[in-house]
Structures are given as structure tokens and as C-alpha cells.
Antibody, heavy 127, light 107 residues
Framework: QLQLQESGLGLVKPSETLSLTCTVS??????????WGWIRQPPGQGLEWIGT???????YYNPSLKSRVTISVDTSKNQFSLRLSSVTAADTAVYYC???????????????????WGQGTLVTVSS | SYELTQPPSVSVSPGQTASITCSGD??????ASWYQQKPGQSPVLVIY???KRPSGIPERFSGSNSGNTATLTISGTQAMDEADYYC??????????FGGGTKLTVL
């Protein structure tokens, strides 16, 4: 059974960099069939996609966060990581890692969805 | 940027049918997915590719997508279905987009 587990500091100071790692077990992050993503959820609010990475290192980022986000992958450790720079209180959220199928694309859209999620980790931005 | 709009809340009586809508410009031309999230838990995929159910999801969950509206339908709603539901699609400008979420209350 595939499992994803987020880890990292739960408290980050304003203007500093948030760093999280997702460890994948029960499956290989190097599978050609999947991408790996980060999604966050501020307290009491909805879901926001942050970005996605392929095992080769190809990345896609939310345009609204792109200037501050870096997602990387370490296939030797079966992990992928998130770095979010210059954080503010607005970045306080539960951060989830998740698996996304490679899916397929028609002329108008792509069939991308997240089928496995980690339990999430709360990151609070506060001095 | 592309946006998906959901009603903040929907109420349904036990045993009845609940419909949760997700509106977006020509969303029928995109593939919609739906997630269920119960308090304190991670989201769970309940519908993908507009109408498909992952293994383990009850048959009472179904989906449709046409025109400017995608719909999640729960037939014979049970108390355990009370949760927040999110739609999601992919757009070439914003990539992955989620709707704002709908709180389903089973009265």
C-alpha cells in the first residue's frame, strides 16, 4: 500500500524559508506513471495546489507562487521536497504531499488527479 | 486565470440525493475530479475523469460534467457522507485548480 509522509519544521519565522520533505513508501518515486505534488490548506479554508514534479526533475508550479517555490526530487531516498521562500502569515497552512497520475491530455484538457495523499503537516508562520 | 466555483454549503436528508455543483467556463471540456475531506483528515479522491470511481468508493457516488457545470451526486446519502467536497480540474493557464469547497450537511 502506497504511503506518503510529510516531515519538516512546524514553525517558521516570517521572511524565512519553509522546507518540507515527503517520503514515499510502498512504491517507487521513479515510476514513469506518476507525478508528485504539494497542496496546502490554510486553516478553515480550501485546497491550493502548489506544484508538481516528475522523477526526472520536471516541475510545474502554481503561477501565483512560482517566484517563491522550489520543488526537488531525490530518487535515491524516494523523497521529494518543497521550499517556499519569504514566507508570511498567509503561508500558514496544512501542507499535503500527494501522488498524481501521468494521465493523458485531449485537445482541451488533461486528466490529472491526486489519488494518494499524505496525512498533512501544519506549518505555522510566526515570530 | 481559470476558476471553479462551488456553493459553500448543501444540505440533504438521510437517504435522499445530494448534488454538489462545480461551475467554470466550459468546464465540460475539461476532466473533473472530486475529493471528500472529513474534519481533521486528508482529502480522498471519490471521482476522477468526470465519472469514474476509484476502487473502494461506494457506488452511491457518481459524477457528470457538461457545459459550464460539473456535478457530484450522492444517492441514498448517509450520515458518513457528511464532509467537505472539492472539485478539481486542469487548465493550461493555471494548471491544477481546485474549487472553493462545499460543506455537505446530512440533516
Amino acid at each position: 500500500q502506497l504511503q506518503l509522509q510529510e516531515s519538516g519544521l512546524g514553525l517558521v519565522k516570517p521572511s524565512e524559508t519553509l522546507s518540507l520533505t515527503c517520503t514515499v513508501s510502498g512504491g517507487s518515486i521513479s515510476s514513469s506513471s506518476y507525478y508528485w505534488g504539494w497542496i496546502r490548506q490554510p486553516p478553515g479554508q480550501g485546497l491550493e495546489w502548489i506544484g508538481t514534479i516528475y522523477y526526472s526533475g520536471t516541475t510545474y508550479y502554481n503561477p501565483s507562487l512560482k517566484s517563491r517555490v522550489t520543488i526537488s526530487v531525490d530518487t535515491s531516498k524516494n523523497q521529494f521536497s518543497l521550499r517556499l521562500s519569504s514566507v508570511t502569515a498567509a503561508d500558514t497552512a496544512v501542507y499535503y504531499c500527494a501522488r498524481r497520475s501521468t494521465g493523458y491530455c485531449s485537445s482541451t484538457s488533461c486528466n490529472y488527479y491526486f489519488d494518494y495523499w499524505g496525512q498533512g503537516t501544519l506549518v505555522t508562520v510566526s515570530s | 486565470s481559470y476558476e471553479l466555483t462551488q456553493p459553500p454549503s448543501v444540505s440533504v436528508s438521510p437517504g435522499q440525493t445530494a448534488s454538489i455543483t462545480c461551475s467554470g467556463d466550459k468546464v465540460g471540456n475539461k476532466y473533473a475530479s472530486w475529493y471528500q475531506q472529513k474534519p481533521g483528515q486528508s482529502p480522498v479522491l471519490v471521482i476522477y475523469q468526470d465519472t469514474k470511481r476509484p476502487s473502494g468508493i461506494p457506488e452511491r457516488f457518481s459524477g457528470s460534467n457538461s457545459g459550464n457545470t460539473a456535478t457530484l451526486t450522492i444517492s441514498g446519502t448517509q450520515a458518513m457522507d457528511e464532509a467537505d467536497y472539492y472539485c478539481q480540474a486542469w487548465d493550461s493557464s493555471t494548471y491544477v485548480v481546485f474549487g472553493g469547497g462545499t460543506k455537505l450537511t446530512v440533516l
